[in-house]
């Protein structure tokens, strides 16, 4: 490995670390196709090192906001061991399909994050900006 | 059954099965869903969240490792550089306006998209 790959990767996670924790997305969804796109990682090698990266990271969070007693135990107790046997079975699908296949369901996942963060973007941009009248109220809920 | 219960597994699976597929950590699915279905904030939702993803991305990790598609080195570079990440977004996080942090991200989604597509 040599030093500009280490300093790639360090400000990969530098990027995904801040994002993560301000806009509370961002830590696989951006690792996996950045190791691809920029480290020449196969996509399943991708997803592995990218599961490793979280494991850390989550368990340090978990102490963090476990310590400011934000997490509600009853629903992460359960929806964390249902989690367990399909993560992995999960896990057992990606390991079997071909690469190809792989990086397309990823390319459908960042899809459906693009339109939600662009809709967040849109929805949270300065009304000052637009000089349209204010419809905050009638378009709230669609 | 109560319902927080059902909704809760039905959550935990599905995203369990995302994390497992895609090598992620499941909140994209999870901080809304816990949001919408389980009236929690967004702090309670994200931590809760985050708390369920250390088991399933455990888990897939297993089986990740077993099959030598897990690079440690890597990995461990990019923890540190993580770790100081969500340390200074979480001190400055009221620095940046949302929609320009939000809109960028998008963008680069939209061109991952397309590239891991073709």
Known sequence: ?142 | MESWFTKSAVIGAAAGFLAGLLGIGGGVLKVPSFVLFLKMDHYRAAATSVSTIVLSVGAALILFNGDGNVDWLSAGIVFIGAATGAWFGAKHMDRVPEHLLAGTFAVVMAIAAIRMWF
């Not at chain 1, 090698?45 to 368990?59: D, F, H, K, M």
């Not at chain 1, 792989?102 to 693009?114: G, I, Y």
Request: hydrophobic share 55%; proline share 4%; charged share 10%.
């Open chain 1, 1 to 142: 490995m040599d030093i500009s790959m280490i300093v790639g990767l360090i400000l990969l996670g530098l990027i995904a670390g801040t994002l993560a924790s301000t806009l509370g997305v961002g830590g696989g969804i951006i690792f996996v196709p950045m190791l691809v796109a920029f480290f020449g990682f196969s996509q399943i090698e991708a997803q592995g090192t990218s599961l490793a990266i979280i494991l850390p990271t989550a368990l340090l969070s978990t102490v963090v906001h476990a310590r400011a007693k934000r997490i509600h135990w009853g629903v992460a107790t359960v929806a964390g061991i249902i989690g367990v046997p399909l993560a992995l079975l999960g896990a057992k699908v990606a390991l079997s399909l071909d690469q190809e296949t792989l990086s397309k369901v990823f390319s459908v996942l960042l899809t459906v994050v693009a339109v939600r963060m662009g809709y967040r973007a849109w929805t949270l941009r300065p009304a000052a900006s637009s000089p349209s009248i204010d419809r905050s109220g009638d378009s709230a809920g669609s």
